[in-house]
């Protein structure tokens, strides 16, 4: 009489009983009353017209951010912008769905051949997914005190996009994390004179012209597409001809030398 296969027609009990990672990390959120999984973006934006107010660029966002947060039912936008006289650098922190929405609002703006709207183009630099803590309390946007230049995108540089981004984006986090140790009516003085308070963190204004210029950064109808189409791995074995017969499983190999 053949011996049975320790293995064979054993139920997986408790496999599906076990929680996932995300199961833990869905669950820690609910125990401190967070709804959604926390993401951070920071992109660039320009201005469509220079003769564009910095005010109507502030009340602008605030009430795009808002909007997309109520539809969505995410999580509040927080962070910061900082506006130039032709660019903006946003970094915020909501759920996944605001994101999404409001990239997909930007590339609507940019889709339009007679947008009259605030804003032109922007490039996405940096998407962190499932951040621990917001390093913001609220949204704000503070207006820099600058010239705008002469020849936009006018940036000499030796380095490559992975060293520029970094260091725009490292800049922006190292502000939210000045400013989240501070007491809140010291956060709000520290934005209100960021130019005063913390200089060395603010980014070149013909850095980001040249950054925007890159067509090897992503805008925002790019990345969607990117973040929406489905992923295909293609293994080496797809490139063999003739085909490669699969293996047979180990468990029926196995088997056979059981009944042996």
Known sequence: MAAE?????????GYDSRA?????????HRSVGKKHLLHRLVFLSRVADTNTKKEDVREYFDKLYKSIATQKAGENVTGLMLIYPLHMVNIIETSNDVIIGLLRHLAEQESESTSGGIISHSKVL?????VPYRLFAMWSARNLNMV???????????????????????NMLKIGHKICKMAKLAQNKTIEAIQEKLPEFIVSQDLIGYLLQQEDLLGPAEYLHRYLSPFH????????????KPLRPAVASVNSQFKK
């Open 5 to 13: 296969s320790p293995r064979a027609d054993r139920p997986l009990s």
């Open 233 to 244: 791995l293609k293994l080496d074995a797809d490139f063999v001809w003739p085909a490669i």
């Open 20 to 28: 996932s990672l995300l199961d833990c990390i869905e669950e820690s």
């Open 126 to 130: 940096l998407v962190s997914v499932n």
């Open 148 to 170: 705008a230049p002469r020849v936009e995108g006018d940036y000499e540089t030796t380095q490559g996009l992975e060293e520029l981004i970094p260091e725009v984006t490292s």
